[in-house]
């Protein structure tokens, strides 16, 4: 147990449609990362987050969204879904800004039917 | 210059045997450079993680070589047992990428008793 947890821990919905993903990083974690994960496109780096603040943003879709709250849980919200939006999603968390020491939650699995 | 390469795509390795699993990065401003286990069904986990400044590291059963020169590094895993099997991934992060860890492509690895 990685002491990062997800919820929930899969989501099936529609095409067009909204959800949200949470994520509680380890106790005394500043930083937050979001990660998907598919068969075609193997891990991707999203958006990170660090002490509410965005620090560092990858191939992140418009239609998705994150934020950091001050408890520093985040959410990500993923908007107007389409059926290759399904994945899994990561949550990670590490004490620095810097990539050091990621420590990954057990992954949402989303399927948009 | 983002790209990390992995190879083997998959590897099959005999109990006791060792496992041998490749990277290849671009971008010099990497300076630090993880290996992630992952079982089906679960989060990748840190195994053991490098920096430049080391041409080895070892923990356990798990080394890392790293060549700087040749912007090459490996993951060594003595005495395979068949509970190491999993996919294997290979990451870098490092200069003004902030927190952003980019992920090889994975090595699905079967330890054959």
């Known amino acids: 147990d990685s002491g990062v947890t997800q919820t929930p821990k899969h989501l099936i919905t529609a095409t067009g449609q909204r959800v949200t993903l949470r994520c509680s990083p380890r106790?005394?974690?500043?930083?937050v990362y979001w990660y998907q994960q598919s068969l075609d496109q193997g891990l991707q780096f999203l958006i990170q987050?660090?002490?509410?603040?965005?620090?560092a943003k990858g191939n992140i879709l418009e239609r998705f969204s994150a934020q950091q709250f001050p408890d520093l849980h985040s959410e990500l919200n993923l908007s107007s879904l389409e059926l290759g939006d399904s994945a899994l999603y990561f949550c990670?968390?590490?004490?620095?800004?810097?990539?050091?020491?990621?420590?990954f939650g057990p992954g949402t699995r989303l399927t948009v039917l | 210059q983002q790209q990390v390469k992995q190879s083997p795509q998959s590897l099959i390795v005999q109990k006791g045997g060792i496992s041998i699993i490749n990277c290849a990065y671009e971008n010099t401003a990497f300076d630090y450079f993880p290996w992630y286990q992952q079982f089906p069904g679960k989060g990748p986990a840190l195994l053991i993680a490098i920096r430049p400044d080391v041409s080895e590291k070892k923990e356990g059963r798990f080394t890392i070589s790293f060549n700087k020169s040749a912007k090459q590094f490996s993951l060594h895993i003595m005495d395979s047992q068949p509970g190491d099997s999993a996919t294997y991934f290979c990451a870098a992060s490092g200069g003004n990428q902030g927190g952003k860890l980019i992920f090889g492509q994975g090595t699905e690895l079967s330890v054959k008793p």
């Open positions: 106790s005394g974690d500043l930083s």
């Open positions: 990670a968390s590490s004490v620095a800004t810097s990539g050091d020491e990621q420590f």
């Open positions: 987050y660090y002490n509410g603040e965005e620090r």
